[in-house]
């Protein structure tokens, strides 16, 4: 039997509105998907330690507070410290355009802004998962 997608959906930073993160988490589970949901204000630290308890695949973060450009690509670094480059990291949330560019630069595979359709997140993690299994 083949293991389900496990993907972690967290809040970084003192942001505290979730809506769009819990949607995100719902639909995800509702496509199949295996999802950790993490709640508000999680440190980079927390986000990397229990996605790697948790053995996921994916890490969605979400942000509305503007600190994305910090707290997104410190979730990439400490991954890479901790041997668990290979969790693609994805983000939501307000975010400019013009901060997406640099995201992507970090380390973050995909940048999702409101009111992007779902079939679009789950066809981002299809790829993603076709490509980790072609190179495995």
């Known amino acids: 039997m083949a293991q389900k997608t496990r993907i972690l959906v967290a809040k970084p930073g003192l942001d505290g509105h979730d ?10 589970r509702d496509h199949g998907y295996e999802v950790i949901y993490t709640g508000i204000r999680q440190t ?5 330690t229990i996605a790697i308890q948790e053995d996921v695949q994916f890490i969605g973060l979400s942000l509305l507070s503007g ?5 997104f690509p410190k979730v990439v670094e400490l991954l890479r410290k901790e041997g668990a480059e290979d969790i693609v990291v994805f983000g939501g949330g307000i975010i400019p355009d013009y901060d997406i ?9 995909e940048v999702f802004p409101p009111g992007t359709p779902i079939s679009e997140v789950v066809d981002f993690i299809e790829r993603c998962r076709n490509e980790t299994t072609l190179t495995t």
């Open 19 to 28: 809506r769009g993160a819990k949607y995100i988490a719902r639909a995800l």
């Open 44 to 48: 980079p630290e927390s986000i990397v």
């Open 67 to 71: 600190a994305h450009n910090e707290l």
């Open 101 to 109: 560019a640099g995201l992507k630069e970090a380390g973050i595979r």
